[in-house]
């Protein structure tokens, strides 16, 4: 059984990534053509690592089940990404960005891993701009920054709503330079079903080829996973519709431990649930906190008067509105954290202050912003800033200047236009901060598997700070694997070819095979989506933005059972030779129906509330989340034995030697 | 709403394909075409017909993967939105939609409305990029300043989301919109000047190749775009194919 040894270096915090990489072994180029590596996903830690190994020489072989790598969900991050680079003169530093991601996450995470994060975060930036990344900047030709949750400086860096589509475009385009070479061989439209492990090492995969069905078998000398987060385990979430745990369950279920499941970051500006027809939310940007101030009704007859549409919220005054969170956290405001501002909007709606037909919404109100902008504007344009009319045109032009495609997609949905009317925003599940437990170097407690980005577990702790999911994915694919897989690699440069024809290979192709063969002759009565509603609902109730400990062990005992009818009763048409959405659908709610499972078993051992996780059971006396650092501060890694109820519980014990454990406090 | 669907349905990429009706009824305005899509094939699933396969995933307008020709039109009838993010409110109680795959010899189709769009790929990795290795020890960002007009036009051709609508709305189905994005995107960055001579040429020579038409400058593929990418990346990239070709 592996040991949960975090091989975190020796020396100060500051030291410590600096003196690793002087220490650890290196691959002779020569050798680095005889060693193959495999990459899961083309985001940006799977498409960042795959590029630099290849440019490093070494032959990748890259796989994503879109059509394109461009198609990872990165795409769809919006806001932008945080560097400490100082730029703005305010304050920040390496060490600031460091303790406001282990504040931020409600110190339950690495701090070692954290500093290194923080540390290469100016390099990424420096990365970027080269490959020819366009990000915003200023009139004088220099890189324009604003502001996230969580923080009191400017480092996020970002190009307008659509920050992820650059830099996985750049991370893509790093791909397609050595694509073109051939020394990343692409498989598009492939979705990893199981690893293969050969004398306790990872050394290929089983994957399908979603177009023919075919069942194929892939070696290499190390396994690297990028695949992303969970969220999708809640049915409905901003991920991407196709986003899900596979791949990383398939290595938990081969001896990776699954760390802090529970961790789960509900966003809390999505645009709310319109009816049972939808599959999918939709994330307003964090940004619109800079500039957007978060309301509901003062008054309950208020409130019921507005969701009767008897009442516009524009007809409420002033004194009629409660800015909840400028009343609550005065000093961090309408910026907060996200899992506390998702708490905060919950609280309000919980108490009858919602907004929309099903009470499930607060406002987000531009009025104030465009107002100000607006008077600026006239200021510098000579023009009367008394003019009311006047001043809101100009405020309107800046604002749409700043955050126009996403005022335009929120109308597009809601049929409402944002410029005139607040929006009306609820919080959805965005972001899984648990993941598969790494050590230092990324790798898995299997030898030679390797997992990168938000499939990993590592630097986010508990609740992780806008702008930084863009910031560790690329971390770890530019410069951090690419180092530490050298380390491991260096060992196996005689090694030679692994071949396919083992008798692991065979075992573990027979075992996706049989696993198919069963879905497909189930020929039950239920559509797998009926499943994964279902599911979706049991963990946003029990397990979604406030649990206990009698709705946790209800959810684990119903997941179970759902598993149980979900085996017996589904169906799934067509055949297994070919293009077969639903099959390709049915595998990963498989998946989500174990994980679930442990999610909410994880939630349930963990009596504390910390971050994105809040046990009712745990607040103060004003609501906030109690952490029990005494008991509680360590990393939960889950060891799979044969099904989620039996998982056993590994201890990693945090050390805070250069942050002080405080409670969390944006008052 | 009650609608008459008429789909393309192609069980695998060497059988015929045709048009086939579907009813559908209680479609809410607010549900997204893509849902009502997942509202058909929960309903054929249940009747135990294969339901319609379609290319789908961040349902927020920015991956890519949706397509659709939708009444004859790439995304259907909305402007600077995909297919994902058009809503049931567009049309009205009663409407007939054609629901097709994007038509081009450089898109052939896999099933039903999924179509191989890996020309795209293609074509990237003939130039798509600019050549610096990862090291961590680039010059700092701010050290190569860009205009801020240069990079704002930089930034509007690199919101392309490659999703082939420009094809599918072109009666030569040309590429020339796509490809000429990433042109422009490197052609107005110093950084990407270096190589700007190879990258045009390279990208060019292989669009060809790929079977794509040629550009007769009806600016079809302009209105059809999702992400309203503009003509002039087309003449940029022309000027630069000419200013590179002289170059020899």
């Known amino acids: 059984m592996a040991t949960l040894d975090s091989k975190i270096p020796e020396g100060s915090v500051s030291e410590k990534w600096t003196h690793h990489k002087n220490k650890i072994n290196l691959v002779n180029p020569a050798n680095k053509r005889n060693i193959d590596v495999i990459v899961v996903g083309t985001g940006l830690a799977g498409g960042s690592a795959a590029a630099t190994l290849a440019e490093l020489g070494y032959n990748v072989k890259a796989f994503c089940f879109q059509d394109s790598p461009r198609r990872a969900h990165s795409i769809a991050a919006q806001g932008g990404i945080n560097a400490a680079k100082n730029y703005q003169g305010d304050g920040d530093s390496t060490y600031r960005l460091f303790y406001d991601t282990v504040k931020g996450g409600d110190y339950r995470s690495r701090e070692a891993n954290v500093y290194r994060l923080a540390e290469v975060s100016a390099n990424i930036i420096d990365q970027c701009v080269a490959q020819g990344v366009p990000f915003a900047r200023e009139y004088g030709g220099l890189l324009d920054n604003r502001s996230f949750g969580g923080v009191l400086v400017s480092r996020t860096f970002y190009a307008k709503g659509q920050t992820g589509q650059q830099l996985l475009l750049g991370a893509y385009s790093a791909m397609n330079r050595q694509i073109g070479r051939g020394k990343i061989k692409m498989y598009n439209r492939h979705e990893m079903l199981d690893l293969v492990i050969v004398d306790g090492k990872a050394r290929g995969i089983i994957a399908r080829n979603l177009i023919t069905g075919a069942i194929e078998r892939h070696s290499a000398h190390a396994v690297v996973l990028g695949t992303g987060g969970y969220g999708n385990v809640f049915f409905l979430s901003t991920n991407a519709m196709g986003s899900n745990v596979t791949a990383a369950w398939k290595i938990h279920k081969k001896g990776a431990y699954f760390a802090n499941p529970c961790y789960t970051q509900i966003h809390p500006t999505c645009i709310p649930v319109s009816g049972d027809h939808q599959s999918k939310l939709t994330l307003m940007s964090e940004s619109l906190r800079n500039d957007g101030r978060i309301w509901v009704p003062a008054k309950l007859e208020d409130a019921k008067a507005i969701r009767e549409g008897k009442l516009k919220p524009t007809d409420l005054k002033e004194e009629d509105r409660d800015y909840y969170l400028e009343r609550r956290y005065p000093s961090f405001g309408n910026l907060v954290p996200r899992d506390v501002a998702s708490r905060a909007a919950k609280e309000r709606c919980d108490a009858g202050f919602g907004v929309n037909k099903t009470g499930e919404a607060v406002y987000l109100d531009f009025a104030a912003a465009i107002e100000r902008y607006g008077k600026e504007q006239a200021r510098v344009k000579h023009l009367d800033e008394n003019d009311a009319k006047l001043v809101k045109k100009l405020g309107t032009e800046v604002v749409a200047n700043k955050y126009g495609n996403l005022f335009q997609m929120y109308e597009k949905i809601v049929d409402q236009n944002p410029y005139e009317t607040p929006m009306m925003i609820y919080p959805a599940v965005h972001y899984t901060m648990g993941g598969i437990w790494v050590d230092y170097n990324l790798m898995t407690t299997i030898e030679g598997c390797y997992a990168i980005g938000e499939a990993n577990f590592s630097d986010h702790g508990a609740n992780r700070l806008g702008a930084s999911a863009l910031m560790q994915g690329l971390a770890d694919g530019y410069f951090v694997l690419p180092y530490t897989i050298g380390d491991y690699l260096s060992k196996d440069i005689r090694t030679g ?61 119903e997941i179970a059972a759902l598993r149980d009818e979900f085996y017996k009763d589904v169906r799934v048409p067509g055949t297994e030779n070919g293009l077969n959405q639903e099959l390709e659908k049915a595998l990963r709610v498989a998946d989500f129906l174990e994980l679930g499972e442990l999610f909410a078993k994880d939630a349930l051992h963990r009596n504390e509330s910390c971050g994105g996780h809040f046990r009712e059971e745990y607040q103060t006396e004003d609501g906030e989340a109690l952490r029990d650092d005494e008991n509680f501060a360590y990393v939960a890694a889950w060891e799979y034995k044969g099904k989620p109820s039996e998982a056993i519980l590994h201890k990693e014990e945090l050390q805070f030697d250069n942050v002080k454990l405080v409670t969390r406090s944006y008052k | 709403m009650n609608l008459t669907l008429k789909i393309w349905r192609q069980s695998d990429a060497d059988k015929k394909g045709k048009i086939v009706d579907y009813k559908i009824n209680d479609v809410s305005p607010d549900m997204s075409f893509l849902d009502m899509l997942d509202m058909l094939n929960e309903q054929l699933n249940n009747k135990g017909e294969e339901p319609v396969a379609f290319d789908h995933d961040c349902r927020e307008g920015i991956c890519g993967s949706c397509s659709l020709q939708i009444n004859g039109e790439p995304h259907g009838p909305d402007r600077l939105i995909t297919t994902c993010q058009l809503h049931m409110r567009t049309f009205k109680d009663g409407d007939t939609i054609f629901i097709e795959p994007f038509r081009a010899n450089a898109f052939p189709v896999i099933k039903d409305l999924v179509v191989d769009r890996s020309s795209f790929d293609r074509i990237q990795h003939a130039g798509g990029f600019i050549s610096v290795n990862t090291s961590g020890n680039t010059i700092d960002a701010n050290a190569i300043p860009v205009n801020k007009h240069d990079a704002d036009t930089a930034f509007d051709a690199a919101t392309c989301i490659g999703c082939g609508a420009c094809v599918a709305a072109c009666k030569n189905a040309s590429a020339m919109l796509f490809v000429s994005a990433k042109v422009s995107q490197f052609a107005l960055l110093p950084q990407g000047r270096v190589e700007a001579t190879d990258r045009v040429m390279n990208m060019v020579r292989q669009m060809d190749e790929e079977g794509f038409g040629n550009c007769t400058n009806t600016g079809a593929c302009e209105i059809e775009c999702p992400k309203g990418i503009s003509l002039e990346n087309i003449a940029r990239m022309n000027r630069e194919y000419l200013s590179a070709s002289m170059k020899g």
């Open chain 1, 497 to 557: 070819k692994i071949s396919t024809d083992l008798p692991e290979f065979e075992a573990a192709e027979k075992n996706v095979r049989s696993q198919i063969e069963h879905l497909m002759n189930s020929k039950g009565s239920k559509t797998v989506d009926y499943f994964h509603k279902r599911l979706g609902k049991i963990m946003w109730d029990k397990v979604g933005m406030a649990r206990n400990e009698k709705g946790l062990n209800e959810a684990i005992t």
